[in-house]
């Protein structure tokens, strides 16, 4: 495909800018962004169907509208939840009537550092510290422990969808640079904080308490207690670890689930747990 498709545009004239409702209405359509994913040209389906209210205002021309829907029909792939910043940069350019060479080079380009960022930001950080906050309400029996999860998340990355296609499309390739400068730093520290969210999460939430005694004449040990002198919440991180180190080999997660109930029913069988 993209060798039929033409390196210019047939009006070259600087097309008026997006109106903030064509940039709201693109922010929603980025939602169906994997909505036709397949493994030839990945998300090309859903990006196409995102930016096309602003390539249709933008190129009046069919022949040009033609040209830009086709080479936005190629390979596509990046974070979901961020694409809306390389949406912006493209939509400036298209806008600007630049090559399309040019075009097609900068969205290969935006579109790569985002994976990283976007799990550093999402997975690794938003994600555990929403569900750790939810999971709190709900072991306290509150109902508000799911819709607050929801909330939290989902205000973050609608707010970040917005922000972005508004910021990317008034500062076009300079976002580029900014976004790229500084993507590794970036990147390394929200994964350190992530991190830390999961480690104190372990702490908080893996209920793992060993009530074995070995008495010793007229008192007896605490094994817990013994455990927790060592080093508090021992065990709940050994069998992080341990249940890592299955993934990490290829075990299923429904197989980790099968070896957790099988450890409890037999410890809680024996008295050790």
């Not at 033409?6 to 169906?32: C, G, H, T």
């Not at 979901?80 to 009537?97: A, C, D, H, N, Y």
């Not at 709190?136 to 205000?155: C, D, K, M």
Request: glycine share 10%; with cysteine.
């Amino acid at each position: 495909m993209a060798s039929n498709t033409k390196s210019y545009y047939v009006d070259q004239q600087e097309a008026p800018k997006l109106s903030k409702k064509i940039l709201n209405k693109m922010v929603w359509r980025s939602l169906f962004l994997q909505a036709s994913f397949n493994y030839e040209r990945m998300q090309s389906c859903g990006w196409l169907y995102g930016i096309l209210p602003g390539l249709q205002e933008i190129h009046k021309n069919k022949e040009d509208l033609s040209t830009s829907m086709t080479h936005n029909l190629e390979f596509f792939n990046t974070h979901p939840f961020l694409v809306t910043f390389v949406m912006g940069i493209v939509l400036s350019l298209e806008q600007r009537k630049a090559d399309v060479q040019t075009i097609r080079s900068i969205r290969v380009a935006a579109m790569g550092p985002l994976g990283g960022i976007g799990d550093a930001i999402f997975w690794f950080t938003l994600t555990p510290i929403a569900a750790g906050i939810g999971a709190n309400l709900a072991l306290q029996g509150s109902i508000l422990g799911p819709i607050v999860f929801l909330l939290l998340f989902n205000v973050v990355q609608f707010g970040l969808r917005y922000w972005l296609m508004h910021w990317s499309y008034k500062v076009g390739m300079d976002g580029i640079q900014t976004m790229t400068k500084y993507a590794k730093q970036f990147t390394h520290s929200a994964t350190i904080l992530g991190l830390i969210v999961v480690g104190a999460l372990i702490a908080s939430y893996v209920g793992f308490d060993i009530v074995l005694q070995i008495p010793i004449g007229e008192t007896s040990v605490v094994i817990q207690e013994v455990l927790d002198g060592i080093m508090p919440k021992l065990i709940p991180l050994l069998l992080t670890f341990g249940m890592y180190g299955l993934v990490k080999k290829n075990v299923s997660p429904l197989i980790n689930i099968c070896i957790l109930v099988v450890i409890g029913l037999l410890g809680a069988l024996v008295g050790l747990f």
